[in-house]
């Protein structure tokens, strides 16, 4: 089983950077994926996209496209989602979640981190 | 894109009761690759259901998941106190892998 452990809560002003991250203990596959799901203040998920650590391919969900970039450090078995210049329409929990590998592709979301709050206001 | 529409959007049960919760997707989703997942406040999502059907790890048997093509379900039996949450369908057929808004299941 794998188990990610994202960064702390962040607060930030409008046209900051950020970089938080996501560890990952357990079992890693080298074909394992890793998305990014953003969760504003009292509304649903939103599927942001995918890094694959091994080859660092990423697939971004076009609504998300230009305004976050994902990578990653094997080294660390960590993967990073940044913004070069946040909003205050940024703010909401971050989670960091483990696509299964099925059917040679993403499956279903099995491994969740506890989530990051990123909080941008003036 | 394959947009994912939950309703009800609010379901008011007690506990005992049975839950129907509805997904219905925008094209035409394979039956292997929808989800569930519950969440409860100030908690991650947590994986209930995969390939429709199939309980994740852990999950006891009143939840169960049905349905094929655009309509889906997800159904839990005899509702306990535990199980008043938030509940998204999730489709990862083609990226962007969406979500639906969410079935929030409250106590009546």
């Known amino acids: 089983e794998v188990h990610l452990v994202q960064s702390g809560a962040e607060v930030k002003k409008p046209g900051e950077s950020l970089k938080i991250s996501c560890k990952a203990s357990?079992?890693?596959?080298?074909?394992?994926?890793i998305a990014w799901v953003r969760q504003r203040p009292g509304k649903g998920l939103e599927w942001m996209g995918i890094?694959?650590?091994?080859?660092?391919?990423?697939r971004y969900n076009p609504s998300f496209q230009g305004q976050v970039t994902f990578s990653v450090d094997r080294s660390i078995n960590t993967v990073y989602l940044q913004w070069s210049s946040l909003k205050a329409s940024d703010t909401a929990i971050y989670y960091c979640?483990?696509?299964?590998?099925?059917?040679?592709?993403?499956?279903?979301?099995?491994?969740w981190g506890q989530g990051t709050l990123v909080t941008v206001s003036s | 894109e394959i947009v994912l529409t939950q309703s009800p959007g609010t379901l008011s049960l007690s506990p005992g009761e049975r839950a129907t919760l509805s997904c219905r997707a925008s094209?035409?989703?394979?039956?292997?690759?929808l989800a569930w997942y519950q969440q409860k406040p100030g908690q991650a999502p947590r994986l209930l259901i995969y390939?429709?059907?199939t309980r994740a790890t852990g999950v006891p048997g009143r939840f169960s998941g049905s349905g094929s093509g655009t309509d889906f379900t997800l159904t839990i039996n005899s509702l306990e106190p535990e199980d008043f949450a938030v509940f998204y369908c999730?489709?990862?057929?083609?990226?962007?892998?969406?979500f639906g808004q969410g079935t929030r299941l409250e106590t009546k």
């Open positions: 979640a483990r696509h299964e590998v099925y059917d040679d592709g993403p499956g279903w979301l099995d491994s």
């Open positions: 357990g079992h890693i596959f080298t074909s394992d994926s």
């Open positions: 890094i694959y650590p091994a080859d660092s391919d990423r």
């Open positions: 094209q035409s989703v394979n039956s292997r690759y």
């Open positions: 390939s429709t059907s």
């Open positions: 999730h489709h990862y057929s083609r990226s962007p892998f969406t």
